[in-house]
């Protein structure tokens, strides 16, 4: 009987010393992927880019998980309205906006965690893991104020720069089908989700998706952008 309940508390120190050793181990590769996603924001690419002084204003935004870019509806020869049509809304009155927020990322993570207040342990891991259930996020909405939120930033571009990136973005949609958002995770009536291509990850999130879009475009961006502080800090307010 002592001897069974020796190899019992053996069995639970060594279950124990277990779970510090993976505490620890979580906490360590959070500290590196931490570092190397703000080291990997702070190097430039398109290092010579500046902005010009008209263009195309676009903006990026941040809620704080998610970064996107609000585009204007047609601007340049780009017209978004082919693509993202007023039926696709639950309001198709909003449609009527002169402005479209785009944003790239994985199915689950985006509906789940649209706000600082809903995210869970387990639906960060799983999409860091990986998945290709990816989607595209759009809201209809008025041009943004430049200056009156901190999680806003404008960019003008060249015409030919603009047409860049609205290539890349179109890339990033899927030709399978549409999907409305579910009111239930906080979504309204002026946005709605798209199937996107692409997969995600820890590498590839969906912030780097908005530092991936501008740079193709030739926009001084870090060299890589997983964190909204990567893709905001670019800019001034």
Known sequence: MQ????????????????????????????????????????????????????????????????????????????????????EDVRDPRYAAYSHVSIGWGERTFYLETPTWGDVRLKTVVAAAIGSDRTVMHVEHVPEPRAGADDDIRAITLRPEEYRRLAEYIRGSFSSEGRERPAHQYGYDVYDVFYTARGHYSAITTCNSWTGDALRHAGVRIGAWTPFPVTVLGWFAQ
């Open 3 to 86: 001897s069974k309940i020796l190899a019992a508390r053996t069995g639970l120190t060594l279950l124990g010393r277990a779970a510090r050793w993976a505490a620890i181990g979580l906490f360590l590769i959070l500290v590196c992927y931490g570092s190397a996603g703000m080291v990997g924001g702070a190097i430039p690419s398109n290092p010579d880019w500046k902005a010009p002084e008209s263009g195309v204003r676009i903006y990026v935004e941040s809620n704080g998980i998610h970064t996107g870019l609000v585009l204007p509806m047609t601007a340049e020869g780009v017209d978004w309205h082919d693509l993202l049509r007023p």
